[in-house]
């Protein structure tokens, strides 16, 4: 493995499989600790517009298709082509990273950040954590993620097979997850409810070590 480029040292990531609760554990971690944030979901319909048939053959495919063909494929499908366009994804995210300001430590968090390509980015194990959650966790945070989740249902020929089939592959992705961060010896932390939101980014901050920082 190549040594991870100083340009990234001072990087906390935050990875997971989605509705983990790593936007909020990260703003709560920022507004704590005085660090910036980079949500890589704020940045996907803008990678999206950069795609390129032959650099990014999954994006560009996905890019195409409708909520039907996403949704209603076979499981295994979606997960597949899921890790293939974060990883086609990844590199755009890294050159945004560095397009930002180095003087104030940042978290980057989102589901694109998968174990094995932070693990080249990271000189410590202790800058990441990866986040899953409890598929009953995951189902219910769906649910109350606001209207776009309906609305990308809505375009669906049958919503409630597409949410099962969602739900589904989200499930299968936060196992992949949890195995390939224990793979590489990375923290992951299940995502329960069981801990509030607050009480899970003081977990998460021990980790990074911030909790020292300020004790």
Known sequence: MDLPTPNFAHILWIGGSPCSGKTTIARL?????????????????????RVEPDAHPTLYAIKHMTWDEIWMRPIEE??????????????MILDDLLALPRDVPLIAEGTALLPD???DTISD?????????TEAFQRQTYRS??????QVLSQCSDPDQAFENWMARDAELARWV?????????DALTVSGEQ????????????????????
């Open 29 to 49: 971690l920022a507004e704590q600790y005085e660090l910036n944030v980079y949500h890589c979901d704020d940045h996907w319909q803008e990678h999206l517009e």
């Open 78 to 91: 979606q997960v597949v082509d899921t890790l293939a366009a974060y990883r086609e994804e990844y590199d």
């Open 117 to 119: 390509l932070v693990l």
């Open 125 to 133: 194990p202790r800058q990441a954590v990866w986040l899953v959650p």
């Open 145 to 150: 993620r606001g209207e776009w989740v309906e």
């Open 178 to 186: 949890a195995r390939s961060a224990a793979a590489f010896g990375l």
């Open 196 to 215: 509030s939101a607050e009480e899970m980014a003081q977990v998460v901050a021990r980790l990074f070590g911030l909790a020292d920082v300020e004790e």
